[in-house]
């Protein structure tokens, strides 16, 4: 008995799970067949529609989306990019050019001052006196200078009358050329007295702004000092050094020795402002051998003094000048191995072509090759591109959608009717 009342339960055990699989299977058979006709209806083979109704990008009968840029003409500069720094056009220290002691000093540090302008004094008496000593001298020997004249005079009248000898006449001819030479020597001799007063008066030698005040009132300076007295810098105009590789020296050294003004513009550190234009003036006699490369100078006006001495900037100098040039928006551009290459629209197709750049200049890059005037190029949406691609342009985006959504409108209509 107890064998037959355990074998009754595990058949009713098997009839309770065969009961639950079935109620399982007809469930999800019920969801299923109770889903609306829909997108997964519609595709064929039961498979859930994609890009152009279940056509991937790399089929060739999908239809991409792109933007376009039209190539055009425009005149480009060629320019050589370079980094330089800023100089004073003129720096000068200036120094005593005489012993003695600074008495004053009539400037205020980094105050502008003009050529000339009084800067400061040093003692000027001890060169006053020795003025005063020579122009003494030279009265004196002016005096005996004339009596040695006048004596020449009464000797030459004497001979005539062979009442002199000649020998006396001789002798006082040369003193009368001793007495003027020394007349001569005293006057030298005043006028360097003279200099060394004005020389007292030390003033300035430029236009520009003093620096710091490397001496005070009442110290001794020399002549034979180098440390001077203060720095005076010319900020307008200034100039820009810089250097560009050997190379380049083709396209700007005649241009230069035949007085042509090539311009130069320099912008800050990032490039993206200009803080003054000037024209190029000097270019090195030498290729600097440790570099390859040659240094230049440039003159820039700079009333509002955005260039500063040492100053960093990036310098851009333009060499020539691309008259009516091809020119297609630079993203357009793209590089492979084999090169740069873009595609070209042609009707609903693109066409790969290779092309040769030339100068950027700003979003706008050079086509020497391979675009013409006036074509189309695709700027966006290149990634899944490919020659003979089929594309549409963004511009009919907007119509397909309406179609799209009139179309997906209509679907849930009759989805909606379906009992």
Known sequence: MPAARSRSRLVWTLLALVA?????????????????????????????????????????????????????????????????????????????????????????????????????????????ATLDQYQGELAENQALLKSAQLTVERYKRLFAKDSLAKQDLDTQVATVGQYAGAVKADQAQIDAAKLNLTYAKIVSPIDGFTGLRLVDPGNIVQSSSTTGIVTVTQTNPIAVTFSIPQGQIVNVLPKLRNGVALPVLAMDQLGTHTLASGTLKFISNEIDTTTGSIKLKALFDNPDEKLYPNQFVNVSLQTD??????????????????????????????????????????????????????????????????????????????????????????????GAAQP
């Not at 980094?110 to 302008?117: D, E, L, P």
């Not at 695709?378 to 549409?392: E, N, P």
């Open 20 to 128: 639950i699989a079935l109620a399982i299977f007809y469930g999800v058979h019920l969801l299923r067949g109770s889903q609306p006709a829909g997108d997964d209806a519609a595709a064929p083979g039961g498979r859930r529609g994609g890009m152009g109704m279940g056509r991937g990008p790399n089929d060739p009968s999908a239809v991409i989306t792109v933007a376009v840029g039209k190539a055009g003409l425009a005149d480009v500069p060629v320019s050589q990019q370079a980094l330089g720094t800023v100089i004073p056009n003129y720096s000068v220290t200036v120094t005593s050019r005489v012993d003695g002691e600074l008495m004053a000093v009539y400037f205020t540090e980094g105050q502008y001052v003009k050529k000339g302008q009084l800067l400061a004094q040093i003692d000027p008496r001890a060169y006053q």
């Open 321 to 414: 000048t691309l008259h009516n040039a091809v020119v297609i928006p630079s993203a357009a551009v793209q590089l492979s191995s084999d090169g740069h290459f873009v595609y070209v629209v042609k009707g609903d197709t693109v066409e790969r072509r290779s092309i040769e750049t030339g100068p950027v200049l700003g979003d706008q890059t050079v086509v020497s090759k391979g675009v013409a005037n006036d074509e189309q190029v695709v700027t966006r949406g290149i990634d899944h591109l490919r020659d003979g691609a089929k594309v549409s342009l963004e511009s009919d985006k907007p119509k397909a959608a309406d179609a799209s959504a009139t179309k997906t409108t209509g679907k849930h209509a009759a």
